[in-house]
């Protein structure tokens, strides 16, 4: 018995089959997913930058202690000053370590406030002078070698020369 023949290939094609190229149509798919991948990267970036900077601590509450009223004889004619003092401090600590040095801290505003005369504190820019110096006494350290207090502003809650 005689097996058939297979059919003979030809050694070479006759017509070659053209490269598949990629069409533009897969092209512009292709370009339309780095676009959108790059925009939601650059999108994710730019939130989490403004997220960052809402996460920034808040601003610290100012820190106020109220000193009693002074009530002053002032040099001169026989006027007095009554006069309410608030210190604007640094934090918390700097409140313990004033309220702790109170005495010495009314003494020296005694001192200061007693050596005045009613027309050294009868206008504004005299009032601010006059809250400098006592800005000035108070930052004094307490101890020959102690750190001086960081008190950043001294208020006038009452104001009266009689």
Not at 41 to 66: I, R, T
């Amino acid at each position: 018995m005689a097996v058939p023949a297979a059919p003979a290939l030809p050694a070479e094609p006759t017509a070659a089959a053209p490269a598949r190229k990629p069409g533009k149509r897969r092209l512009a798919i292709l370009a339309a997913v780095v676009v959108l991948l790059g925009g939601g990267g650059a999108g994710a970036w730019f939130l989490s930058q403004g997220n960052a900077s809402k996460e920034a601590p808040a601003p610290k509450a100012p820190v106020f202690l109220p000193l009693e009223t002074f009530t002053i004889n002032l040099q001169g004619d026989g006027h007095y000053l009554q006069i309410d003092i608030t210190l604007q401090v640094a934090d918390q600590a700097q409140v313990d370590i004033i309220k702790a040095y109170m005495p010495r801290v009314r003494s020296r505003l005694l001192s200061l406030l007693s050596s005045k005369q009613a027309e050294e504190l009868a206008s504004t820019e005299d009032k601010k002078k006059l809250a400098q110096e006592i800005l000035a006494q108070v930052k004094l350290p307490f101890d020959p070698k102690g750190k001086p207090q960081q008190v950043d502003d001294v208020l006038f809650t009452s104001f009266v020369i009689q």
